[in-house]
């Protein structure tokens, strides 16, 4: 690509600051007509607006409250939002404290098994199936399913 610049004729260029100055000072009497020519067509919009002043600002401020209700109830931090909080804050208590009362039912256990004597020889009966001397462990059969011999049994 060529960024030369061919034809520096077309660029036009004040001989001196004097001369800028004096262009602008010629066309100054066409910008202030053209601004007022603006001026006057906003000014009947302006007349209506502020007429109409006292509603617009009760608009205003009923949209701004409407926003504020908006967001104070369905907001990332809003009423929604802390209900639902609040309800899991709720479900996390109760399941802490459930937890709690079976870590103390557990710690009476292990207290139990460390001091007691009658809890120790529970635990040994029960779990492992000890006895005593001259006694007898009795052990209920495992309960015996039939095994279907093919598929169709199933159904």
């Not at 100054?28 to 601004?35: C, D, H, N, V």
């Not at 608009?59 to 990332?76: E, K, N, P, S, W």
Request: no cysteine; aromatic share 8%.
């Amino acid at each position: 690509m060529d960024f030369r610049v061919k034809s520096i004729a077309r660029i036009r260029r004040f001989p001196s600051a004097q001369d800028g100055l004096r262009a602008m000072a010629q066309s100054a009497p066409q910008a202030e007509a053209m601004a007022a020519s603006w001026i006057e067509s906003a000014r009947p919009m302006a007349a209506q607006v502020y007429a109409l002043r006292r509603r617009i600002a009760t608009i205003t401020v009923a949209v701004l409250a409407g926003l504020l209700f908006l967001h104070v109830m369905f907001g990332a931090n809003g009423m929604v939002v802390y209900k639902q909080k609040r309800a899991e804050y709720e479900s996390l208590q109760k399941r802490i404290v459930q937890a709690q009362k079976e870590n103390d039912l557990y710690m009476q256990q292990i207290h139990g098994l460390k001091t007691e004597e009658k809890a120790i020889e529970k635990e040994a009966r029960e779990q492992l199936r000890y006895a005593r001397a001259g006694e007898y462990v009795y052990v209920p059969p495992a309960p015996v399913n039939p095994v279907p011999l093919n598929h169709s049994a199933k159904k």
